[in-house]
């Protein structure tokens, strides 16, 4: 038995879940009994982040690149969908290298299939 915490409500239920049938006990709702079986078969999570934004140097803000003095302008992004835990690190990886140029709408795809999981990265923001 494996013991997880449901993190799909904030009752945050204690869950059993069996690792040969993945039966889950210990849930208050049936949605921690789909995400204590999903979470033994297949962990996913929804990644948020944020990325540096490319600015013109006479803006004050820096130029999002180092050496620059000033911390660089950020945004704030997310997966469209949760994606396989194990691909996180290469999400962050992608992430970390992406510069976006202002204009940019909330819902832009900056992204798309992130580090191949059929999850596109997104703005959470709106920059004119």
């Known amino acids: 038995m494996k013991e997880i915490i449901c993190i799909t409500c904030p009752k945050g239920c204690h869950l059993k879940v069996d690792e040969e049938t993945f039966a889950v006990t210990g849930n208050s709702c049936p949605r921690g009994a789909v995400y204590g079986a999903n979470e033994l078969r297949n962990p996913v999570r929804v990644v948020t982040s944020t ?3 490319k600015t013109s140097p006479d803006k004050g803000r820096g130029t999002g690149e180092a050496g620059g003095g000033v911390a660089p302008r950020r945004l704030p992004v997310k997966t469209d969908r949760p994606i396989p835990k194990g691909k996180m690190f290469e999400v ?3 992430i970390a290298r992406l510069r976006v140029q202002p204009p940019v709408k909330v819902g832009d795809i900056l992204i798309p299939n992130v ?3 059929d ?3 997104v703005a959470t923001k709106s920059l004119p």
Do not use: S
């Open 51 to 53: 990325v540096v934004v």
């Open 92 to 94: 962050m990886d992608e």
């Open 115 to 117: 580090a191949g999981t």
């Open 119 to 121: 999850g596109n990265l």
